[in-house]
């Protein structure tokens, strides 16, 4: 399990077969995921995953795992607030045949012998409000920054630049321009 996987499930109705282990790259985990895979394949009318406590703690506690439990741990989620225990086989002894135990947590799950659980902390949908609440706040704050971007840019367009001959200096250039011909008009007068 991870986030991306999680958004995927949001659309499947059907139940969640969820391992909880201690790291999901052990070899004795590499073992058991190939086991549940084959599950998977014989039993098509429920979803099997599994997590590693340390992979994804956050999410693996939500279930109750935590230092007291004992690994792998197996629930059936419904992907919201609850999830089910089956009675007797909460989690797999690792000394016995793993197969075995998973054939008889489904067929304790098919006869009902379940105790009903609520998951700690955020649901599943929390998790993805969060997700999505979060790729919000990141969209408006680019397009806050890209607007004060922008309307700085477009503000330094519009401010009137004053070059360095302006019409007022231009006509003042020309009457100074025009007084020393006049200056020797009038001397030739004079003369």
């Known amino acids: 399990m991870n986030r991306e996987t ?35 394949s014989a039993n098509r009318a429920l979803v099997f995953g599994y997590v590693g406590v340390k992979q994804w703690d956050e999410f693996a506690n939500t279930f109750g795992a935590n230092e007291n439990t004992n690994f792998p741990k197996l629930i059936i989620w419904n992907g919201d607030e609850q999830y089910f225990t089956v009675i007797g086989y909460e989690s797999l002894d690792e000394e016995e045949d793993q197969s075995s135990q998973i054939s008889c947590f489904l067929e304790g799950y098919r006869e009902g012998r ?78």
């Open 114 to 191: 379940m105790e009903k659980k609520m998951i700690k902390g955020p649901s599943f949908m929390d998790y993805m409000n969060v997700i999505g609440i979060a790729a919000v706040f990141i969209i408006v704050f680019l397009v806050a920054i890209l607007m004060l971007i922008r309307r700085l840019s477009t503000h330094d367009d519009n401010k009137p630049r004053k070059d360095i001959y302006d019409d007022d200096d231009d006509d003042e250039g020309e009457s100074s321009a025009e007084s020393p011909e006049s200056d020797s008009e009038v001397r030739k007068k004079k003369d």
């Open 6 to 40: 999680l958004k995927l499930l949001s659309d499947d109705d059907r139940k969640i077969v969820l391992t909880i282990m201690e790291d999901e790259n052990e070899e004795k985990s590499q073992k058991l995921i190939k086991l549940l895979k084959a599950a998977a």
